[in-house]
C-alpha cells in the first residue's frame, strides 16, 4: 500500500475550502495538508516544506494573483506536484491554457461528489502503477494517458468504456469480484476492499453485469432484508 496521498488545497472561499477538505477525508488513500486562500501563502508553504504534497487542489480564482499567474508558477517550480483545477471558469481559453501545462483534471464548481471521488481514484491508481513498476507496456501508457486503443483498427462506440467507469479501477473491481466466494460479494465490501465509496463500487459492479460479466442476486440476511450481490458470471 502506499503512503496517504498529502493533498494541498488553494481555494480563497472559506466555505468551498472545507466543502473540498470534507470530499478528500472521504476518499481512501488521501489527506489534506494543508488549506490555504492566497497565492503568496501557498509558495511560501511549498517553498519551506520539508515533505511536498504529491496533489494540489486550485481555484483559478485567487485574490493575490492574476489569472493563471500562481498556476504557472507552480507548474516551473514545483514539476513533481499535479494539479487538479476547481474551479467556476469556464473559458476555453483558461481551460485549454492549463491543459497545455499539464494539469491532471479540471472541475468545474459547483463540484459533484462522485465526479471529485473519481478523479481522485483514477489519480491512486495511475501514481500505484508509476511508483510500482520500473517499465511499462504499451496498454499501460495508454491506461495512464486516457488513450485506451484495444486494437489497431477503429474502435466502436460499444467498445469503449462508459463515462464514469476508470480502467484501471474496473480490473481492481473484476480481482475482488473474482476473489469472492460462492455467495457473492456487496457494493459495500467491494468498495471497501478497493478504496472507493458504496455507490461508485455498485457502479462498477452494475456495469459488469450489464456486459455479462457478473450476476447479481438477492440475497436474504438473518433479519429478512434483501441484499444485492455480485457472482462473477459463469459461461
Do not use: C
Not at 167 to 182: G, P, R, W
Request: aromatic share 8%; net charge negative; proline share 3%.
Amino acid at each position: 500500500m502506499l503512503e496517504p496521498i498529502q493533498v494541498l488545497i488553494v481555494e480563497d472561499d472559506f466555505r468551498i475550502a472545507d466543502i473540498n477538505r470534507q470530499f478528500v477525508s472521504r476518499v481512501e488513500g488521501f489527506v489534506v495538508a494543508e488549506t490555504l486562500k492566497t497565492g503568496e501563502d501557498a509558495l511560501t508553504y511549498l517553498r519551506s516544506a520539508r515533505n511536498l504534497p504529491q496533489l494540489i487542489l486550485l481555484d483559478v480564482y485567487i485574490p493575490d494573483v492574476q489569472g493563471l499567474n500562481l498556476f504557472w508558477t507552480l507548474r516551473n517550480e514545483f514539476t513533481e506536484i499535479d494539479v487538479i483545477m476547481m474551479t467556476a471558469a469556464k473559458e476555453v481559453e483558461t481551460i485549454a491554457e492549463t491543459l497545455r501545462g499539464g494539469i491532471f483534471d479540471y472541475i468545474v464548481k459547483p463540484v459533484d461528489f462522485d465526479r471529485f471521488e473519481r478523479t481522485l481514484v483514477s489519480f491512486r491508481n495511475k501514481k500505484q502503477l508509476l511508483t510500482t513498476k520500473t517499465e511499462l507496456k504499451q496498454e499501460e501508457i495508454d491506461l495512464l494517458t486516457g488513450l485506451q486503443i484495444s486494437s489497431p483498427t477503429n474502435v466502436t462506440d460499444d467498445e469503449r468504456l462508459p463515462k464514469g467507469i476508470d480502467q484501471l479501477t474496473l480490473e481492481k473491481i473484476k480481482v475482488i469480484l473474482h476473489e469472492s466466494d460462492e455467495s457473492g460479494i456487496a457494493a459495500l465490501d467491494a468498495g471497501k476492499k478497493v478504496g472507493v465509496s458504496r455507490s461508485t463500487a455498485r457502479r462498477y459492479l452494475e456495469y459488469l453485469v450489464s456486459i455479462n460479466e457478473a450476476d447479481a442476486q438477492l440475497k436474504y440476511g438473518d433479519i429478512g432484508r434483501p441484499e444485492r450481490k455480485y457472482i462473477p458470471w459463469t459461461k
